[in-house]
């Protein structure tokens, strides 16, 4: 990516996360000083959003693919979303980049995939709640829709699939391990993924079901996103931050201890596919899957003697 195309993308993130946060937040801090407090509001965002299209088309003029455009602005309002800020997620590095000759545009560049990545790391740590939750309470008898393998396979490929987009993305931004650390285990990490486990525990079994199944649709996002520099023999990015992100099984070990799941408790442990008819057939249930034998059919009714017919 040109440092130039950095920038832009970089303003356009930021112009979608700050209207998605003021649009939620809504009219009440304003004090209507040129009309309503909600017309202060309304016209607070039609300026936000003016700025952020003007951007946008100034953007594909010069070049930069539509979707890198989509990619940016999506990524703005989702991650307005999250309940910590992502300034907090990445602080300075410890060794500075090649490019710390050009510091303001390194910046640009660095923030833009740090943010895009907060916003996968996110969906990874909701997933791994979800499927631990998911599978204790399946493991325990208690989810009464089952076990659904296919879902499964396809819930797990997906939340690989953000796995592999964050990884990128730290590639991309060069993060150093420290700031790895920080992006996948930081203090707000810890806060809000606790947070989200009591939420999760307060919810019934429908509602869990609702929330996994969501991520649980096919997907034609590509591993990595089309902006990142890749090695075109390889397809690997062509940088690299100095350490990897914890694998997804640790992520939904550490899910499931912020959720208060028992380890040491057979019942609650994650289940497996081949598990899946244990769930519904428990042990004390008679499992002779051979026909039964056949059975000789009942005499027709004798019908009673009335004698000749008259």
Same mark, same amino acid.
């Given at each position: 990516?040109?440092?130039?195309?950095?920038?832009?993308?970089?303003?356009?993130? /930021?112009? %979608?996360?700050?209207? #998605?946060?003021?649009?939620? $937040?809504?009219? @009440? +801090?304003?004090? !209507?000083?040129?009309?309503? *407090?909600?017309?202060?509001?309304?016209?607070?965002?039609?300026?936000?959003?003016?700025?952020?299209?003007?951007?946008?088309?100034?953007?594909?003029?010069?070049?930069?693919?539509?979707?890198?455009?989509?990619?940016?602005?999506?990524?703005?309002?989702?991650?307005?979303?999250?309940?910590?800020?992502?300034?907090?997620?990445?602080?300075?590095?410890?060794?500075?980049?090649?490019?710390?000759?050009?510091?303001?545009?390194?910046?640009?560049?660095?923030?833009?995939?740090?943010?895009?990545?907060?916003?996968?790391?996110?969906?990874?740590? /909701?997933? %791994?709640?979800?499927? #631990?939750?998911?599978?204790? $309470?399946?493991? @325990? +008898?208690?989810? !009464?829709?089952?076990?659904? *393998?296919?879902?499964?396979?396809?819930?797990?490929?997906?939340?690989?699939?953000?796995?592999?987009?964050?990884?990128?993305?730290?590639?991309?931004?060069?993060?150093?391990?420290?700031?790895?650390?920080?992006?996948?285990?930081?203090?707000?990490?810890?806060?809000?993924?606790?947070?989200?486990?009591?939420?999760?525990?307060?919810?019934?079994?429908?509602?869990?079901?609702?929330?996994?199944?969501?991520?649980?649709?096919?997907?034609?996002?590509?591993?990595?996103?089309?902006?990142?520099?890749?090695?075109?023999?390889?397809?690997?990015?062509?940088?690299?931050?100095?350490?990897?992100?914890?694998?997804?099984?640790?992520?939904?070990?550490?899910?499931?201890?912020?959720?208060?799941?028992?380890?040491?408790?057979?019942?609650?442990?994650?289940?497996?596919?081949?598990?899946?008819?244990?769930?519904?057939?428990?042990?004390?249930?008679?499992?002779?899957?051979?026909?039964?034998?056949?059975?000789?059919?009942?005499?027709?009714?004798?019908?009673?003697?009335?004698?000749?017919?008259?």
């Amino acid at each position: 990516m040109e440092q130039w195309q950095a920038k832009l993308l970089a303003r356009i993130d /930021r112009l %979608a996360r700050t209207y #998605a946060l003021v649009q939620v $937040r809504g009219f @009440a +801090g304003y004090d !209507g000083s040129d009309g309503t *407090p909600e017309q202060e509001w309304r016209s607070h965002l039609d300026a936000l959003e003016a700025e952020r299209e003007a951007i946008e088309q100034l953007a594909i003029e010069l070049g930069i693919p539509p979707q890198w455009v989509e990619r940016a602005r999506t990524n703005g309002a989702e991650a307005a979303q999250l309940s910590s800020p992502t300034t907090e997620t990445a602080p300075a590095p410890a060794n500075p980049s090649p490019e710390a000759g050009m510091p303001e545009v390194a910046s640009a560049s660095k923030q833009l995939f740090i943010d895009m990545a907060v916003v996968d790391v996110w969906h990874v740590h /909701r997933m %791994a709640l979800l499927s #631990a939750a998911r599978d204790a $309470r399946l493991s @325990a +008898g208690r989810l !009464g829709l089952g076990a659904d *393998p296919v879902a499964d396979m396809q819930f797990h490929r997906n939340m690989k699939l953000h796995h592999q987009r964050a990884a990128g993305l730290s590639d991309a931004a060069q993060l150093s391990a420290p700031e790895v650390e920080a992006l996948w285990n930081s203090p707000q990490v810890h806060t809000a993924r606790r947070q989200a486990a009591e939420q999760i525990n307060r919810w019934d079994d429908l509602h869990l079901e609702f929330e996994w199944r969501r991520y649980t649709q096919p997907t034609t996002d590509p591993v990595l996103p089309p902006y990142i520099p890749v090695d075109p023999d390889t397809g690997t990015p062509t940088t690299h931050a100095q350490a990897r992100p914890p694998d997804p099984n640790e992520l939904i070990a550490r899910a499931a201890a912020a959720l208060g799941i028992d380890p040491d408790r057979t019942d609650r442990l994650p289940i497996h596919h081949a598990t899946a008819i244990d769930i519904a057939l428990p042990e004390a249930t008679a499992r002779d899957w051979e026909p039964d034998p056949a059975t000789t059919p009942p005499p027709p009714p004798m019908r009673p003697d009335l004698g000749p017919e008259p």
